[in-house]
């Protein structure tokens, strides 16, 4: 295996440093998967975490040319590999 694939982990999106980007591998609860898919955020696709809202408030993400803001519950449920 090469080093590069031994550093890769799977782990949800908040605990990726802000402007990593990062392979979306699974929505974790299907209670957010639907408006997820819906807004475009699939399985497959390259994600980053543009910033964090002051407060413990939600995330702000960017997937190809969009960016979205999300609540912390479904950020949380986007698992990624980095």
């Known amino acids: 295996m090469a080093a590069s694939e031994q550093a890769k982990s799977k782990r ?3 605990l990726l440093p802000i402007g990593q980007p990062a392979r ?3 929505i974790r609860h299907p209670e957010y998967a639907s408006k997820l898919l819906a807004m475009g ?3 497959g696709q390259t994600i980053r975490l543009i910033r964090k ?3 413990g408030g939600g995330w ?3 997937v190809g ?3 979205f803001a999300l609540r912390a519950p479904e ?3 986007i698992i ?3």
């Open 12 to 14: 949800a999106i908040t």
């Open 24 to 26: 979306i591998l699974q």
């Open 41 to 43: 955020i699939l399985p």
């Open 53 to 55: 809202a002051p407060f």
């Open 60 to 62: 702000y993400a960017q």
């Open 65 to 67: 040319a969009y960016s």
């Open 75 to 77: 950020a949380e449920a």
């Open 80 to 82: 990624v590999e980095a």
